[in-house]
């Protein structure tokens, strides 16, 4: 079965960074996209970054563009995603969500979160 793995979060000050960790294990078929989602308390769940796993290609959410970045080692089957310069409103839970098969580009799954394997999420605290 495939399976999610999350680990990185914890409570930041304004303006530091943290490198989150998502494993990934029993895709036998691989996985078209692999991305980063958050939701605040109150709010929606949000795309943050995804990445292709063909082409690489990469789409970020407008708000944390410049300052979180995304990225793969296919060889330990694990995704990143640094983040710099983080902010208060960054504050939420991160998810890490795998796409079995292309239904749209990249960048349209992430903005519309259609993934179809999702991990438990790690907590992202950003105060002082």
């Known amino acids: 079965q495939p399976h999610l793995v999350e680990s990185g979060g914890g409570l930041v000050q304004p303006g530091g960074t943290l490198r989150l960790s998502c494993a990934a294990s029993?895709?036998?078929?691989?996985?078209?996209?692999i991305g980063w989602f958050r939701q605040a308390p109150g709010k929606e769940r949000e795309g943050v970054s995804c990445?292709?796993?063909?082409?690489?290609?990469?789409y970020y959410a407008d708000s944390v563009k410049g300052r979180f970045t995304i990225s793969r080692d296919s060889a330990k089957n694990t995704v990143y995603l640094q983040m710099n310069s983080l902010k208060p409103e960054d504050t939420a839970l991160y998810f890490c969500?795998?796409?079995?098969?292309?239904?749209?580009?990249?960048?349209?799954?992430?903005?519309?979160?259609?993934?179809?394997?999702w991990g438990k999420g790690t907590l992202v605290t950003v105060s002082s």
């Open positions: 990445i292709s796993s063909r082409d690489g290609s990469t």
């Open positions: 969500a795998a796409a079995g098969r292309v239904r749209a580009t990249v960048q349209t799954m992430c903005v519309r979160g259609d993934y179809d394997y």
């Open positions: 029993g895709f036998t078929s691989g996985f078209y996209a």
